[in-house]
């Protein structure tokens, strides 16, 4: 199958002697195609399920599953990889390059692949154009707006074409009006091009657009009735 | 590659001041690299730019050419011995000259290493200006360069002080210098004439030289140098380093020269590591969207690279602009060798100073790049 897959995730902090546990048995299945939002108060575990998620940190138990591909005991290397082929990160603050112009943003995650082929650059274009930033191909992120930013940070995570998608609080930063305006713009990125995407937000507003909504308390997971 | 480039020209202010460390570091290098050549060669010019393999001197003068007397007879002998290409006989004579036809005391004096060889031997200099002189033309002398801005010129009679004897200047050879003086290289026979108008004083040694110089390889001077045979041999290393005050000069430079390439090892190792850590979340960022260490390592390295190439080769531009400016006088040479050493050693020390950043790269969590500690 395709998507993402967390089976029985738990992860624990040693902190001193205490021991917290930020994730409890998390089990979730997300598909491609399918846009999931995890909302809940700070502290509840959200970093932590998507850091996880996003192969930046290892379970203390449980597997993940990547397109059936367990890359739960995957090293450094190989998770850098896998991060690199099949995932794409839209950050809290865009989290851009300062010293790259729109495009190179994008066209960067080519290079560590390898190059950047004319392909490629057609690719980027297409998807600046899509996301409503045709003409800014040439700006530095100093010289757009954090919507802009923020939409840059969106094209820049599908430009590997990866299976999955996890956004990290991608409107902290920005009124509704934009905010809106960039989850909808994800939401009809993934739908379009068939996507599992993960949304972590406290933004409630933002949760018409998601196909389910998981609420995190405590580091325990449970599916919310979607009013939808 | 070209992200390290991008970042370059983005951040040019910060680049410029690094960049600048650089160009003064390197422009300080070649300037003192340049100043040690120079006194050096003004020190041995005429030894370290000879091509011989050895000396045989007195026994007893320490390599000394000024303190050592011999036959110059011993040659054929010398000859024999193994190894033994060819031989020139070598005189050297500290002495102060001024232009014939004026004997008044108001005239300057300058001080000179006289030379003496004989002509057509490997220890003849070649010649910048004027004409070789003529083996049967006693009275014709070979100055260095550096008399010219003395005031001497081709053609001009010569005197040396303590004698009427007179020379002539018919040709210029460059960097024949001894003793920190310029040289004047006359037929032997002519020197022995300045030198020993009579024969007390040369000790009564027949033929008396300074000493022979010796060419060939795998040369073995053990037979005619046993203790009590009154003489020794020293080879070229050994005779320059016995120039007196070489060694020393030579030594408190070099040590500037690397003490100045520790210090700006460490100056820069400790910029780039600012400047890394100043950059952990851009890096964390990159890592989490799937940079390898590999590939932000090599984009940091390059950026050195290109940012320390670029600052040497300025160094070197205006190091020859300051040649341009340098008094005449000045000891100074720029060797197209020692440039190049120098300058592969700088960049090498730039590179090894972004090592420390390198390390600290590698220990970049990419979970920096979510912004938030969990």
């Known amino acids: 199958m395709t998507g993402i897959q967390l089976k029985n995730v738990t992860k624990r902090y040693k902190e001193n002697q205490f021991e917290i546990t930020a994730l409890e048995d998390v089990s979730v299945n997300i598909e491609a195609g399918e846009f999931v939002a995890i909302v809940g108060p700070s502290g509840s575990g959200k970093s932590t399920f998507l850091s996880i998620a996003g192969a930046l940190l290892k379970p203390t138990e449980g597997q993940i599953l990547i397109n059936s591909n367990d890359i739960t005991h995957f090293d450094e290397k190989k998770l850098s990889s896998v991060r690199l082929n099949q995932i794409g990160f839209i950050l809290q603050t865009a989290n851009l390059i300062p010293y790259l112009t729109v495009l190179d943003q994008l066209l960067i995650v080519k290079k560590m692949q390898g190059s950047v082929s004319k392909a490629d650059r057609i690719f980027a274009l297409e998807l600046l154009k899509d996301l409503g930033l045709a003409n800014k191909e040439n700006k530095f992120p100093n010289e757009c707006s954090g919507g802009e930013r923020q939409r840059v940070a969106i094209a820049r995570a599908f430009m590997n074409d990866p299976d999955i998608i996890l956004a990290d609080e991608p409107t902290s930063s920005l009124d509704t009006k934009r905010g809106h305006e960039v989850v909808q713009q994800m939401a009809e990125q993934v739908k379009m091009r068939g996507k599992a995407a993960i949304m972590v937000t406290h933004d409630e507003r933002m949760l018409d657009y998601c196909d389910r909504v998981y609420r995190i308390v405590d580091g325990k997971l449970t599916e919310e009735n979607h009013l939808a | ?374």
Request: net charge negative; aromatic share 8%; no cysteine.
């Open chain 2, 1 to 374: 590659m070209t992200l390290a480039l991008k970042e370059l020209l983005y951040s040019k202010g910060r680049f410029i001041m690094i960049g600048l460390i650089i160009v003064l570091i390197s422009w300080l290098v070649f300037i003192l690299s340049g100043l040690g050549t120079g006194l050096s060669t003004l020190s041995t010019g005429v030894l370290s730019q000879a091509d011989f393999t050895g000396i045989v001197f007195e026994e007893g003068s320490e390599y000394s050419l000024s303190k050592s007397k011999i036959s110059g007879s011993l040659s054929e002998e010398v000859s024999a011995q193994e190894g033994v290409s060819d031989t020139a006989a070598l005189s050297t004579f500290n002495t102060s000259i001024r232009k014939a036809g004026t004997a008044n005391s108001n005239e300057k004096i300058t001080d000179i290493v006289l030379i003496g060889i004989a002509p057509d031997s490997f220890m003849e200099p070649d010649l910048v200006e004027g004409n070789r002189w003529n083996g049967s033309e006693e009275n014709q002398v070979i100055a260095d360069i550096s008399l010219e801005n003395e005031g001497y010129a081709i053609g001009d009679s010569i005197t040396f002080s303590g004698t009427d004897k007179e020379v002539t200047i018919v040709g210029f050879t460059k960097d024949q210098t001894l003793y920190h003086q310029s040289s004047l290289y006359v037929s032997m026979d002519k020197f022995r004439d300045i030198r020993f108008p009579n024969a007390e004083s040369a000790n009564g040694i027949e033929n008396v030289v300074s000493g022979i110089a010796v060419r060939g390889e795998d040369i073995d001077m053990q037979a005619l140098t046993e203790p009590g045979s009154g003489i020794e041999y020293g080879t070229k290393e050994e005779t320059i380093n016995a120039i007196p005050g070489y060694v020393a000069e030579n030594a408190t430079i070099t040590m500037m020269l690397w003490f100045l390439m520790i210090i700006s090892a460490f100056i820069l190792g400790v910029f780039f590591y600012v400047l890394t850590n100043q950059k952990t979340h851009q890096f964390g960022v990159l890592k989490a969207i799937g940079g390898s260490n590999g590939f932000i390592v090599r984009s940091v390295i390059s950026q050195v690279f290109f940012l320390a190439l670029i600052s040497i080769l300025l160094g070197i531009g205006l190091t020859s602009l300051t040649v341009l400016i340098l008094p005449e006088t000045m000891p100074f040479q720029l060797e197209a060798e020692m440039v190049s050493i120098y300058s592969l050693v700088l960049l090498g020390i730039s590179i090894l100073s972004s090592l420390f950043s390198v390390a600290r790269i590698s220990k970049i969590d990419p979970l920096t790049a979510l912004g938030r500690a969990e």
